[in-house]
Nanobody
Framework: QVQLVESGGGLVQPGGSLTLSCAAS????????IGWFRQAPGKEREGVSCVSASDGTTYYVDSVKGRFTVSRDNAKNTVHLQMNSLKPEDTAVYYC??????????????????WGQGTQVTVSS
């Protein structure tokens, strides 16, 4: 019954933009801190961004700061990750994850309770 579904991935040229969506069912996302992660082939999963519950405080790793923006759409029980100025090194499968903690606590995957299936983002000319 608890489910997260990512969407919005695809192929984009360097410098382009994509917006990913993370839609929840079976629970209310605004009570969870929501993290975004990505995993490139042959690499470990890494944290990208996190938005805290209720107050909406956002966090970004240095590699995406200034280019990515995470936001909540409470009416649709959805969180978005807007990605601008995309680089080839952004190519990865992107996952959203929900943490029952009120505030973002970091990017340890084991701290997150629910995960989406992932959506592929490919940045290439």
């Amino acid at each position: 019954q608890v489910q997260l579904v990512e969407s919005g991935g695809g192929l984009v040229q360097p410098g382009g933009s994509l917006t990913l969506s993370c839609a929840a069912s079976g629970f209310t996302l605004d009570y969870y801190a929501i993290g975004w992660f990505r995993q490139a082939p042959g690499k470990e999963r890494e944290g990208v961004s996190c938005v805290s519950a209720s107050d909406g405080t956002t966090y970004y790793v240095d590699s995406v700061k200034g280019r990515f923006t995470v936001s909540r759409d409470n009416a649709k029980n959805t969180v978005h990750l807007q990605m601008n100025s995309l680089k080839p090194e952004d190519t990865a499968v992107y996952y959203c994850a929900a943490d029952s903690a009120y505030y973002c606590q970091g990017y340890d995957p084991y701290e997150y309770d629910y995960w989406g299936q992932g959506t592929q983002v490919t940045v290439s000319s």
